[in-house]
């Protein structure tokens, strides 16, 4: 009653916001504060089509978003934590594919494991977490476990909980759920770093060394097989126009 008695005095806007889940969250949001618009965050990042009204498949909605940062670029790393957030619960069911996501470098790399990730899915029929609305693999809100202090605040409003799962959980088994993930960070960040050197000493080992001083990387178009030092030693008057070496101020001089 309040929302809408200040929505009448109010001459802008009033956009209303707060566990906006699902299409009937948003029609009953409208109802009861008469606002003139309806926002979503975590509900709409878990789900984008929730102002729809559907529930499409985790690996859809992936894939489409992955098509939209084609033509949008933009960091990877923001492109990841997108898909994280859709994949969440799938990815509760087939931790495994969590940290292939984490290593990927590219887009293509990131569809090639939402492919994976929705063939091993087809053959699921059933989920592990019985307090899920709908099956993983399709889009639906992710409800954060609450504390104590704000379980005990609803017992005492009278508040009936949702889909709740996490409320039944002791203490202990929350700090294990936490331990679990910090771990499962860990791993993931240890795995991208030796990730990240393998590809540094493949990169290496494709460029052999100079030919002449054997110490530093040679050229990989030089004619001579050798570094930038080595190539003006042994080819000084520039017979060969090695393409590698030959810099503007290097011709300047070669010039002259």
Not at 56 to 82: D, F, Q, W
Request: a positive charge.
């Amino acid at each position: 009653m309040l929302s809408i008695l200040l929505r009448a005095e109010l001459r802008i806007p009033v956009i209303a916001n707060g566990n906006i889940q699902y299409l009937a969250d948003v029609i009953r949001c409208f109802s009861e504060t008469n606002a003139n618009a309806v926002m979503s965050a975590e509900g709409h990042l878990h789900n984008p089509a929730i102002f729809v009204g559907s529930q499409p498949s985790v690996y859809s909605m992936c894939l489409e978003y992955l098509e939209c940062a084609k033509t949008y670029p933009t960091n990877i790393s923001i492109v990841r934590g997108h898909v994280f957030k859709l994949s969440h619960h799938a990815l509760n069911e087939h931790p495994s594919f969590r940290q292939l996501i984490g290593l990927a470098q590219d887009i293509d790399e990131l569809s090639d494991v939402i492919h994976q990730m929705q063939k091993t899915c087809s053959h699921c029929s059933i989920n592990r977490d019985i307090s899920l609305q709908y099956p993983h693999w399709i889009c639906q809100p992710y409800e954060r476990p609450k504390s104590e202090h704000s379980t005990a605040a609803d017992r005492q409003s009278g508040a009936v909980p949702g889909n709740t799962s996490e409320l039944s959980c002791t203490p202990k088994d929350l700090l294990s759920r936490k331990l679990i993930l910090q771990e499962e960070r860990r791993s993931r960040r240890d795995a991208k770093q030796n990730a990240k050197a393998a590809k540094r000493v493949a990169a290496k080992s494709k460029n052999s060394l100079c030919n002449r001083c054997q110490s530093n990387l040679r050229g990989v178009q030089c004619p001579s097989m050798a570094c930038r030092s080595c190539c003006w030693m042994l080819d000084p008057e520039r017979v060969s126009q090695c393409a590698a070496h030959l810099h503007d101020k290097r011709r300047r001089i070669c010039e002259k």
